[in-house]
Each structure stands twice: as structure tokens, then as C-alpha cells.
T-cell receptor
Framework: AQSVTQPDIHITVSEGASLELRCNYS??????LFWYVQSPGQGLQLLLK??????LVQGIKGFEAEFKRSQSSFNLRKPSVHWSDAAEYFC?????????????FGTGTQLKVEL | DAGVIQSPRHEVTEMGQEVTLRCKPI?????LFWYRQTMMRGLELLIY????????DSGMPEDRFSAKMPNASFSTLKIQPSEPRDSAVYFC?????????????FGPGTRLTVL
């Protein structure tokens, strides 16, 4: 079945430490891939997206993600986490069926940052 | 730019009552999306419009839900009659176009509680 999986429900890191959030997808063809962030009480904000080309994608707020076709993964990384990065992070895919823009979201990873 | 505007931000109602959620997309955006977020099911796409026309409503849970977009600057999501299981945060998002490369901009959401 087609799906997008975020295996980690909660992650806690210390401020200044590196971060990696995992995302795996299961689709017949490589979908378009996105990472969104949701701060408490807010809507979602796009961090970065991947369609094709360079497999290392740079986004806003110092985030990057690497697409690995062999692993069907699109993990989000940040070299040094700031306390303001505490939020929920969603991986999303557009499976390219029908029209564009039909996103399917993972269940999210809640990030806690310890000072 | 005011971003996507949703009203009300919070709604508490009793089972059986009609609920209407409102959304004003970003000016100039041609696509509008309604999502529902719950702990159990995560973030789900309910329906999306392009140029005020519903394109895909396969995510609408049942006939109690209906959505309209009478013009480019306004959309409603109506639940009639409401049930406790409809309690969720409902997000509206808009994007400049229908293509996969168009970022979706999310509103702050409406938190609905049905007693």
C-alpha cells in the first residue's frame, strides 16, 4: 500500500546538537517529497521540497534533507538545533496521481529541545 | 500580505448543530485546500478547489460535510449535523496554482469541539 512513514513520534535533543528526522515512503514511483513544520497553535510551514536533481536539498531555517532512492527515504537534518526549533515536523508526499498538489502527510515527529 | 485567514479560531458546539468554517485564501492564489487534523488520523486532505471548482472531494468523510467556494476570495466548510467525532483542527491552505511545484500556505486552523 502507498504510504509515508515517520517512525519517530517524539525526539528530544539538546540545544546545539545535530538532528535527523526520518521519513520513508512507499510508492511505485518516486513521489515529490516535502517537509513541513508546525509550531504550537499554528498552521504548517514548508521547510523544503524535492522534485528531482540534486539529492541534497537546502531549506529554510538551516534545515536540509537528503533523498535516497535506494532506501526510499527523505530524512531531514540540521547541524545545530536551536530552542526555537521545538515543533512538530511532517513529511509529505505528492504521489503524482491525478492532478498535482494532493499531499499525503506522515503522522509527524514531535521535537523537544532541551536547553 | 495577511496570509490565509480562517474563522473562527475556536468553535465549541453541541452534537446535532450546524457548523460553518470560513477561509479567505491569499489574494491571487488559485487553489484552495481543506485539511482535518486529529490525533488518531493525523492530517488528512478533505477537498481541494482550483479556480473555485472542486477538483477532488474524495477525502470528505460523509454527506454531513460540504464545502463551497463561491468566489476566489472565500470558501466555507460546513458540517450538518455535527457529531463528537468531528472534533478536530481544520486547516485551510492556498497555493498559487495547481501544479506540484506550488507551495501550499496554511492558515492557523479552526479548533472544533463538538460536545
Amino acid at each position: 500500500a502507498q504510504s509515508v512513514t515517520q517512525p519517530d513520534i517524539h525526539i528530544t535533543v539538546s540545544e546545539g546538537a545535530s538532528l535527523e528526522l526520518r521519513c520513508n515512503y512507499s510508492y511505485g514511483a518516486t513521489p515529490y517529497l516535502f517537509w513541513y513544520v508546525q509550531s504550537p497553535g499554528q498552521g504548517l510551514q514548508l521547510l523544503l521540497k524535492y522534485f528531482s536533481g540534486d539529492t541534497l536539498v537546502q531549506g529554510i531555517k538551516g534545515f536540509e534533507a537528503e533523498f535516497k532512492r535506494s532506501q526510499s527515504s527523505f530524512n531531514l537534518r540540521k547541524p545545530s538545533v536551536h530552542w526555537s526549533d521545538a515543533a512538530e515536523y511532517f513529511c509529505a508526499v505528492d504521489p503524482l496521481t491525478g492532478g498535482g498538489n494532493k499531499l499525503t502527510f506522515g503522522t509527524g515527529t514531535q521535537l523537544k529541545v532541551e536547553l | 500580505d495577511a496570509g490565509v485567514i480562517q474563522s473562527p479560531r475556536h468553535e465549541v458546539t453541541e452534537m446535532g448543530q450546524e457548523v460553518t468554517l470560513r477561509c479567505k485564501p491569499i489574494s491571487g492564489h488559485n487553489s484552495l485546500f481543506w485539511y482535518r487534523q486529529t490525533m488518531m488520523r493525523g492530517l488528512e486532505l478533505l477537498i481541494y478547489f482550483n479556480n473555485n471548482v472542486p477538483i477532488d472531494d474524495s477525502g470528505m468523510p460523509e454527506d454531513r460535510f460540504s464545502a463551497k467556494m463561491p468566489n476566489a476570495s472565500f470558501s466555507t466548510l460546513k458540517i450538518q449535523p455535527s457529531e463528537p467525532r468531528d472534533s478536530a483542527v481544520y486547516f485551510c491552505a492556498s497555493s498559487p496554482g495547481q501544479g506540484w511545484d506550488n507551495e501550499q500556505f496554511f492558515g492557523p486552523g479552526t479548533r472544533l469541539t463538538v460536545l
